[in-house]
DNA sequence: GGTTGAACCCTACGCGGCGGGAGGTCGTAG
DNA sequence: CTACGACCTCCCGCCGCGTAGGGTTCAACC
């Protein structure tokens, strides 16, 4: 605890000394020091200096405010906490991707990186959510198959896409459906649904090794694809 | 993504579009978007805008660079999510004692509050290191026995505080050395100290409920208390 | 040609929680 | 009297942008 966190306290308000000595020496009282103990316990759970003031302050009144304080910093541990879980899957993801198959590839990884950043934009929000809700109801024995899915379907996207068919076209609308399908969109149902919705959310579930893997296309013409796909859908 | 970002990116010099149109307005190569997307990439795995720019422009000199800095972010996550289970585990142990006693005693929590700060800058490093070290070796047997000895411990030395007993005085020196074999210093062997390490062990492993019921006395007292300690420790 | 609205530009201030430094005053000991 | 530390106020800095303000440019329409 250092004084220039004191001078801060005093500053916004949060904690003065009530008294100074004639020269202008803070002097803490015993009940200042109390609402120190105070303040640093609850910065030490994570709250914000704002909260605190708010409870401090409030705590007379209203005897729930602490506690629904604490619930609610709970609630946002454990949101972090989920959050900080997802980065570690990626990375170990990334890391074994670097250092399997003989040695590290940097480019291959730049590559990964790009289609990270590609498909998080790609994919919207709705989406995500329902793969992650149905993220655990899936088998293993579909993703081979999914990797085919995917790639034919990339495949013929980027044909269409370098021999310049218009978006307008049929083939082109066809192409929407299916990548929808395959990104955990609205597919008609049946087995085949069920087996590319299947395929999308153990590929977005750990993406990096995935996508790395079953999607080696430079990432400039997925790009292009995901232009292209785009231009489709709002064709109708 | 905002505008607003690709200008500050352009302001630290981490990407800046390498053309510009005669009346300014910036043009985006197709590498500077491949650039981009790593950033991005890079950014939601939580590393910082330095880093990335020191791994995107160091990448062609040394391939390893990226693998390093990945098992970097790896650790300062694993890090990072272990102080926040320390952290729930802390308020849970809060919101339990708010919640079972005849309804929340706001006061109560308070005092738990302060005694939490109070301890957390008593206790050394060191000693926590300690304790934490030894946590899981113990069982719950002790736990009654150990309050005990907090207790009457604790009453002892408020007596020789409010009887203004000198710090250099034996009977402080002994208190102190009892004090520190129950904060997890070093006692004598045998079976006394064991059972006093043990419950000091137990009592910090989740301190807030136990400082909370095993030692009900006003904060302002404990910290004098602890002064007083210190000022013992310090006279040899 | 004029006008309009969207898109773009630059500049500057703001946040949270202090860290760190400059430059001055106060307290105490030798 | 001097020295040294502790304390004071004031101000700039960090990170990763968000937000506001005021000025240009672009494409389209009248």
């Given at each position: ?13 949060l ?7 004639p ?14 103990y105070?303040?640093r316990?609850?910065?030490a759970?994570?709250l914000?200096?704002?909260?605190i003031a708010g ?6 009144d209203?005897?729930?405010s ?12 454990d949101?972090?906490?989920e959050?900080?879980?997802?980065l570690?899957?990626?990375i ?8 399997d ?22 994919f ?22 999914a ?15 370098e ?7 049929e ?9 929808d399908?395959?990104?955990?969109g609205?597919?008609p149902?049946g087995?085949?649904g ?10 977005w ?16 013409r997925?790009?292009?694809?995901v232009?292209?796909?785009?231009r ?5």
């Open positions: 605890m250092t004084v220039r966190a004191l001078y801060h306290y005093d500053e916004i308000g904690l003065s000394a009530s008294e100074r000595t020269a202008g020496h803070r002097r803490y009282t015993e009940r200042d020091l109390r609402r120190l105070r303040v316990a609850l910065r759970l994570g914000s200096l704002e909260e409870v401090l302050d409030g705590a007379a209203d005897p729930e602490m506690r629904d304080l604490l619930a609610e910093q709970l609630r946002r541990l949101e972090h906490a959050l900080i879980g997802v570690r899957q990626r170990r993801g990334l890391l074994r991707q670097a250092g198959s003989s040695g590290l590839d940097p480019d291959r990884l730049m590559t990964t990186l790009e289609l990270m950043s590609v498909f998080e934009t790609y919207t929000e709705e989406q995500r959510e329902r793969l992650a809700e149905r993220r655990d109801a899936l088998g293993g024995e579909g993703v081979e198959a990797k085919g899915a995917w790639a034919g379907l990339v495949e013929e996207g980027l044909r269409l896409v021999t310049g068919v218009p978006a307008e076209d083939r082109a609308r066809d192409l929407v459906r299916r990548w399908a395959l990104a955990g609205f597919h149902e087995p085949e069920e087996r590319t919705r299947a395929a999308a959310r153990r590929m579930q750990d993406n990096s090794e995935e996508i790395g893997r079953s999607l080696p296309w430079p990432a400039e997925m790009a292009a694809l232009t292209y796909l785009e489709a859908r709002q064709a109708g």
